[in-house]
Each structure stands twice: as structure tokens, then as C-alpha cells.
């Protein structure tokens, strides 16, 4: 099996139903459904289920997606998407009832809607079929980023940590290393280059030959 065809996307596979993309529908939807009704009745431990069911069910899709076999590139932009429709509510919950948190969880919230989104969709520029494996593309990055370490401090370290610590300066020390990480990560991904894909639409005048960035499109980096 080449590398392509282990860790890159197929055109052939793309659709919106997969059973991970259903997975990842309806966590959404049942995440945010708990959510609103923890904001109405005030109360946090529906916060936190709503929490794990995102948690759960974004655990499960990726999970049912490599066994089935049914990853694809518009299951991953989805995933992403999902992930912080289910996650901006809780957070913006939990600082809501706990007003010490706020600055903590809005730098988090930050990253994590803006930064951390655009690094999560820079794999299209390239061949791969998700992030998970955007280690063809750049190791360094990947570790930083997708790595399941780091996926747990992106996802869990500051609402988890600051809650059972009741600190706010221990959630304010990892949103703010985040940032720096995701910044640093995105420096990183600007100095190797987001390739552009060869012209192949129907226009009248096609360019004559197509651009791409600084690796090309099934360009690596390990700097």
C-alpha cells in the first residue's frame, strides 16, 4: 500500500453519509440540545454532560471512521466545524457561572475558534485526508497540534484543570501557552507554504500551468 493511498484523500470516497459523519451529526445536535437546556435551568452538570457527549461522540467518529474505512475530507472539515459548535456554548456556559473563569476561557475560546480552526483546515492545501495525518506534511506540526497528547491539552487541560483546581491563573497559564503554540504553529505552517492546486476548472482560459507553494502539493517538511 503506498502512502497515498493509506493517508491520502480519495475523490472517489468523498460524500457528506458515512456512518462517522452521522456519528458526528448527531453528538452535535445532542450536545447542543443539552447545552441550551443547562443555560435555562443554570445548571452546570448539565454543562458537562453536554461536555462529555461532545467529548464521547468526537472520539467515536473518528474511531468508527478508520475501522469502516469511510475517512474523508469532508467528514474532517465537518468534525472540525462540529467541534466548536459544541464547544463554544459549554465554555461560554461555564464562564457565565463562573465569572473568575472569564479571561481564561475567552483567551481559550480565542485560539480555538481562530487559530487553532485555521490549522485544523490548512490540510486541504495538501493531499493528505485529515489532520491525523499531517505528519506526511509536517511532522513538528502534527506533533504539536493532532498528536493525541496534544489533542487532550487542546480539548480538556484548561476548563478541566481550572475547575478541579478552582484556579483561575492555572487555566490562564495553559490558554496563554496555547496560544503561543498555535502561533508558533502557524508561523511554522506560513514559512513552509500553503500550496496552491493546479488550475483544472472549465473556464474558457485556463492558465497554462498550474502554481503551487512552497513544497508543492504533496510537498513534506521535517525542519
Same mark, same amino acid.
Given at each position: 500500500?503506498?502512502? *497515498?493511498?493509506?493517508?491520502?484523500?480519495?475523490?472517489? $470516497?468523498?460524500?457528506?453519509?458515512?456512518?462517522? %459523519?452521522?456519528?458526528?451529526?448527531?453528538?452535535?445536535?445532542?450536545?447542543?440540545?443539552?447545552?441550551?437546556?443547562?443555560?435555562?435551568?443554570?445548571?452546570?452538570?448539565?454543562?458537562?454532560?453536554?461536555?462529555?457527549?461532545?467529548? +464521547?461522540?468526537?472520539?467515536?467518529?473518528? $474511531?468508527?471512521?478508520?475501522?469502516?474505512?469511510?475517512?474523508?475530507? @469532508?467528514?474532517? *472539515?465537518?468534525?472540525?466545524?462540529? #467541534?466548536?459548535?459544541?464547544?463554544?456554548? *459549554?465554555?461560554?456556559?461555564?464562564?457565565?457561572?463562573?465569572?473568575?473563569?472569564?479571561?481564561?476561557?475567552?483567551? &481559550?475560546?480565542?485560539?480555538?475558534?481562530?487559530? #487553532?480552526?485555521?490549522?485544523? @483546515?490548512?490540510?486541504?492545501?495538501?493531499?493528505?485526508?485529515?489532520?491525523? &495525518?499531517?505528519?506526511?506534511?509536517?511532522? %513538528?506540526?502534527? %506533533?504539536?497540534?493532532?498528536?493525541?497528547? $496534544?489533542?487532550?491539552?487542546?480539548?480538556?487541560?484548561?476548563?478541566? =484543570?481550572?475547575?478541579?483546581?478552582?484556579?483561575?491563573?492555572?487555566?490562564? +497559564? @495553559?490558554?496563554?501557552?496555547?496560544?503561543? =503554540?498555535?502561533?508558533?504553529? =502557524?508561523?511554522?505552517?506560513?514559512?513552509?507554504?500553503?500550496? @496552491?492546486?493546479?488550475? !483544472?476548472? $472549465?473556464?474558457?482560459?485556463?492558465?497554462?500551468?498550474?502554481?503551487?507553494?512552497?513544497?508543492?502539493?504533496?510537498? !513534506?517538511?521535517?525542519?
Amino acid at each position: 500500500m503506498t502512502l *497515498v493511498e493509506r493517508y491520502g484523500a480519495d475523490p472517489v $470516497a468523498e460524500r457528506l453519509w458515512t456512518p462517522a %459523519t452521522v456519528i458526528t451529526f448527531v453528538r452535535t445536535i445532542a450536545s447542543l440540545a443539552v447545552a441550551a437546556l443547562a443555560v435555562v435551568r443554570r445548571d452546570e452538570h448539565l454543562l458537562w454532560a453536554a461536555l462529555g457527549i461532545y467529548w +464521547v461522540g468526537d472520539i467515536l467518529d473518528g $474511531a468508527v471512521a478508520r475501522k469502516l474505512g469511510c475517512e474523508t475530507r @469532508i467528514g474532517a *472539515v465537518l468534525d472540525i466545524l462540529c #467541534d466548536r459548535v459544541n464547544c463554544a456554548p *459549554v465554555y461560554l456556559g461555564l464562564a457565565w457561572l463562573h465569572h473568575d473563569f472569564v479571561v481564561p476561557i475567552f483567551i &481559550y475560546l480565542f485560539q480555538f475558534m481562530t487559530i #487553532d480552526a485555521f490549522l485544523s @483546515i490548512a490540510f486541504l492545501a495538501w493531499w493528505v485526508r485529515s489532520p491525523n &495525518y499531517f505528519f506526511q506534511v509536517d511532522r %513538528t506540526i502534527f %506533533t504539536w497540534n493532532w498528536s493525541k497528547p $496534544a489533542k487532550a491539552v487542546n480539548s480538556a487541560a484548561v476548563v478541566v =484543570l481550572m475547575l478541579l483546581t478552582g484556579s483561575m491563573w492555572v487555566g490562564l +497559564v @495553559i490558554a496563554l501557552a496555547l496560544v503561543v =503554540l498555535k502561533v508558533v504553529s =502557524l508561523r511554522r505552517l506560513l514559512a513552509i507554504g500553503l500550496p @496552491i492546486p493546479p488550475f !483544472t476548472g $472549465a473556464a474558457h482560459s485556463a492558465p497554462e500551468t498550474g502554481t503551487t507553494g512552497t513544497n508543492g502539493a504533496a510537498g !513534506t517538511s521535517d525542519r
